[in-house]
């Protein structure tokens, strides 16, 4: 028995050298096509066993070749194996893979894997089926497995190809599918490897997220009309009212005594996707569940953690987040109260809208639920503050703008619309509160309001857009909009700064009865200011006063009119002296506001740091700092002060007018006649918003088929020479889309066009109520022309990347036959809330594992660091 051993391990010794030697002769990573021929006939002399360990080699050889990239040495081994594979039976290759170091051998993974580009091309190429075949063999999977299935790290081969940053690498296997397979299926492929990737926060060039996006967007345009539902029924809704309440419950649980962190925000969005879902389909529940407000005012506190640098302090002083999480779980409590009595009505009609005034609504609904009221307040104030930066955003446009005349009116129509869009105050789109409307239009007509709101209306429906098309080539209409516009900004700016310095005394106020730092780290929230920070806070408020309004108009024209009157009668001296003191006081009253609001960030800052050190022996210091602030009042707003001030410049102009005839100073006439225009025509007026509206209401008239193709060549016309104007090219790159995305100017311009083209096609818009189901976001269709014409917050925070979106639906907008009444914009998303239910549970789990390598990573511990990298989390991934 001995002596056989010997002799075979003799043998076998002799065998190993053999091959041994041959490879020193003919090494497999740099064959030539010489010697293949000689590779295959030492092959075929070879015994089972030492074939089968060539064999190996042959693989492990290929392995290396396609790690470097090593095209022709890989076009060399295909050939090899290709001729081996004639003598070598498929039930051999299959046992291949459980040699030991060829196992999970998915060439199309590695070379994704690898970035290995060109290899990839090579397998899928139809001389190199071998390698394709042997992979597909190997792994015992058929073709289109091949490109889906997972190696041991639970990775496919699209998901590396996204991670490698190689778009090419994209491009192949999305050829390679959509040739043969699903659209739908490779949208679900992309879409869900993609999300992967954010949430293990691997790094993706801006040119990988363009083109899965560009490619994910296509498949979901301009589908066919079709006749399924979206699967919408009781048994859908009331899943998702339990997934908003367990979802509630477990991050109320997880995070009341922690900072929120990225798993917070995962949550909380998922939260705010539900509920923005669930209150389209319980639109007649308005009366009963305060919807608008949780929702806003959790995307308000999502949007700061998401940017803790960011100038936010009236949402920061506004909302914390334990002062959050007690609104969510009140509005748990009362949506399980609630949604029994939903169960007997027809999912029909619980879409149907509620017609009630808002104010009975809140009236009715605290009166039940007395804890929402501090929500209702909550909401009005960061809601506010929101809609008045957003105006003003838009507003700064036209005072900036050096657009060429022939789309200032594009621009000059957005503004407006954003602006009517903004005042309203409906039950279901609250926007700007009536007070905060009203302190805003104190100072113009009563009829401003209405003026706007209407002109909102008209700017943001199709029955309007011929007319505004030809009305808005007026240069002179234009230009005095654009005044109206200046005149309104004016005023926001102001109230923006006093609603600053508002929130930071009442924040003041509540901190001046705590009793530990405790309490004020806990109203701090994790929003942990900086003195840059704070900087930046105080150059938003103070610095940017550079607006001209009605009052600082008046006083230039008062000033000339002054200097330009001689020998001024004692009345005259005494109501110059009137005026000046009623706009000195009024411009000292925006001052003090502002200075108050620099003292008041210094307190604030200052507490916060105090808390930060729990600096129990100075605890004596909160009430004395806090009371510092309180101790400062903005001055209210004389009342009637227009009123007064216009009647003491009527008085003046009368007394100068009786002894003007004799005046020969022309200088003198044309102020006087400057400043009686300018009190009747334009002080507190937006005369020419309101031309406008008229012009509109008077001429507007329903689209027939003809007029809607003539506007809609009109408007993709403009579309293309603006993007063209702005040196936008029609393919996708980064470089457009960082361009698009800085140039706000630009962005207004093609949402007004994108508005008024989706405005003209509204037949062609699907109804897709379930889009944020999606793995992958896409705004399209009804959902983005109701999101370019009232705005919606959710999309702006959940959807970074929107204004990139809107740039491709643009340029594709372009090059389609968009006339086409077979086709719609937007792909249909079903309601499955059984697959929601397992997505976010398998969410949530990578999101955990990642984090757990991190850990690992940080105390050093290599076993669990092993364990979470095969249980899929990434290496790649940034802490």
């Known amino acids: 028995m001995f002596s056989l051993a010997r002799k075979i391990t003799s043998w076998s010794i002799r065998q190993i050298a053999s091959i041994a030697l041959y490879r020193k002769d003919y090494s497999l990573i740099s064959l030539s096509r010489k010697s293949i021929e000689c590779i295959v006939n030492e092959f075929n002399h070879l015994d089972e066993v030492?074939?089968?360990?060539?064999?190996?080699?042959?693989?492990?050889?290929?392995?290396?070749?396609?790690?470097?990239?090593?095209?022709?040495?890989?076009?060399?081994?295909?050939?090899?194996?290709?001729?081996?594979?004639?003598?070598?039976?498929d039930e051999c290759l299959k046992n291949e893979k459980r040699?030991?170091?060829?196992?999970?051998?998915?060439?199309?993974?590695?070379?994704?894997?690898?970035?290995a580009a060109k290899v990839l091309e090579y397998i899928f190429a139809e001389e190199s089926k071998t390698l394709y075949n042997m992979s597909m063999k190997l792994n015992g999977v058929c073709e289109k497995e091949l490109l889906t299935i997972t190696d041991e790290f639970c990775h496919n081969a699209f998901y590396y190809a996204m991670r490698s940053n190689v778009t090419e690498l994209v491009k192949v296997l999305v050829d390679r599918w959509q040739s043969q397979y699903s659209i739908k299926e490779l949208d679900d492929i992309l879409s869900l490897n993609y999300k992967e990737l954010r949430l293990r926060n691997v790094s993706l060039t801006k040119e990988m997220q363009l083109f899965v996006q560009s490619k994910i967007v296509d498949f979901r345009s301009f589908e066919t009309i079709g006749k399924s539902g979206t699967g919408n029924s009781w048994n859908q809704i009331r899943k998702r009212i339990e997934l908003v309440v367990k979802y509630i419950q477990k991050v109320k649980r997880d995070f009341w005594d922690q900072d929120p962190d990225d798993n917070f925000i995962f949550i909380a969005e998922f939260i705010a996707k539900n509920i923005h879902v669930l209150k389209f389909l319980l639109r007649s529940t308005y009366d009963r569940l305060p919807w608008e407000e949780i929702e806003f005012c959790l995307i308000i506190f999502i949007r700061c953690c998401k940017n803790p640098s960011e100038a936010n302090v009236v949402y920061n002083c506004v909302l914390n987040k334990k002062k959050l999480l007690l609104h969510l779980s009140n509005f748990s409590v009362a949506l399980v109260s609630n949604h029994y009595e939903f169960e007997t009505n027809d999912v029909v009609e619980l879409a149907k809208s509620v017609k009630l005034p808002r104010d009975s609504v809140i009236e009715k609904i605290t009166k039940k639920n007395s804890e929402f009221l501090q929500l209702y307040e909550d909401y009005e104030r960061v809601r506010d503050f929101c809609s008045l930066e957003i105006v003003k955003n838009y507003a700064d446009l036209v005072d900036s703008s050096k657009e060429i005349d022939k789309r200032k009116h594009l621009l000059a129509s957005r503004v407006l619309q954003v602006m009517g869009e903004h005042l309203k105050n409906t039950l279901d789109s609250p926007k700007l509160s009536t007070t905060t409307a009203n302190t805003l239009l104190s100072s113009l007509s009563l009829k401003t309001k209405e003026i706007i709101t209407k002109l909102r209306d008209d700017l943001s429906h199709e029955d309007a857009l011929f007319i505004r098309a030809a009305i808005e080539k007026k240069t002179y209409l234009l230009k005095n909009i654009q005044t109206d516009i200046s005149k309104m900004n004016a005023l926001i700016t102001k109230m923006l700064s006093i609603m600053r310095t508002d929130t930071l005394k009442n924040l003041m106020k509540k901190i001046r009865s705590f009793n530990s730092f405790e309490d004020v780290s806990d109203i701090f929230g994790p929003f942990k200011t900086s003195c840059t920070l704070m900087?930046?806070?105080?150059?938003?408020s103070y610095l940017n006063t550079s607006f001209k309004g009605d009052f600082e108009n008046l006083e230039e024209l008062i000033v000339i009119l002054q200097k330009n009157l001689h020998d001024k009668t004692k009345s005259e001296i005494s109501l110059f002296n009137e005026i000046f003191c009623i706009l000195e006081k009024e411009k000292t009253r925006f001052k003090d506001s502002q200075l108050i609001f620099i003292f008041s960030s210094g307190c604030r800052f200052?507490?916060?740091n105090l808390s930060q050190e729990q600096a129990r022996h100075n605890t004596f210091l909160i009430p004395i700092i806090s009371e510092l602030c309180s101790e400062f009042e903005i001055p209210d707003e004389p009342?009637?002060?227009?009123?007064?001030i216009k009647k003491l410049v009527r008085e003046l102009i009368d007394s100068v007018n009786t002894r003007r005839v004799s005046s020969r100073n022309q200088e003198l006439c044309e102020v006087v006649w400057n400043i009686s225009e300018f009190m009747n025509f334009q002080m507190g007026t937006v005369k020419w918003m309101d031309e406008f509206r008229e012009t509109i209401r008077e001429n507007k008239s329903p689209i027939n088929h003809t007029l809607?193709?003539?506007?809609?060549?009109?408007?993709?016309?403009?579309?293309?020479?603006?993007?063209?104007d702005f040196d936008l090219k029609d393919q996708t790159s980064s470089a457009d889309f960082v361009a698009f995305k800085g140039n706000m100017e630009l962005r207004a311009i093609t949402e007004m066009l994108v508005l008024d083209i989706l405005c003209i096609l509204k037949s062609s818009c699907s109804r897709n109520p379930f889009f944020l189901d999606s793995?992958?976001?896409?705004?399209?269709?009804?959902?983005?022309?109701?999101?370019?014409?009232?705005?919606?917050?959710l999309i702006d925070v959940c959807l970074e990347e929107s204004s990139s979106q809107l740039l491709e639906h643009a340029k594709r907008m372009l090059t389609r036959v968009l006339s086409e009444t077979d086709k719609k914009f937007d792909t249909v998303t079903k309601c499955d809330c059984i697959r929601l239910e397992r997505t976010i549970e398998c969410d949530l789990r990578i999101v955990n594992i990642q984090r757990r390598l991190f850990v690992a990573?940080?105390?050093?511990?290599?076993?669990?660091?092993?364990?979470?990298?095969?249980?899929?989390?990434?290496v790649y991934g940034r802490d």
């Open 857 to 874: 990573l940080a105390e050093g511990d290599v076993r669990d660091s092993e364990k979470c990298v095969r249980e899929g989390a990434d």
């Open 535 to 540: 900087l930046k806070e105080i150059q938003k």
């Open 639 to 644: 009342f009637g002060m227009i009123f007064n």
């Open 50 to 89: 030492d074939a089968k360990c060539f064999y190996t080699e042959i693989l492990k050889a290929v392995k290396e070749a396609l790690t470097d990239d090593k095209i022709d040495c890989l076009i060399h081994l295909s050939l090899v194996l290709q001729e081996i594979g004639k003598i070598k039976s």
């Open 708 to 724: 809607s193709e003539n506007l809609l060549t009109l408007k993709l016309s403009q579309l293309k020479e603006a993007l063209t």
């Open 99 to 115: 040699n030991k170091g060829i196992e999970n051998v998915n060439l199309v993974s590695l070379a994704c894997k690898n970035k």
């Open 606 to 608: 200052l507490l916060l």
């Open 775 to 793: 793995d992958y976001l896409v705004l399209n269709g009804r959902n983005l022309r109701n999101h370019l014409a009232h705005g919606n917050t």
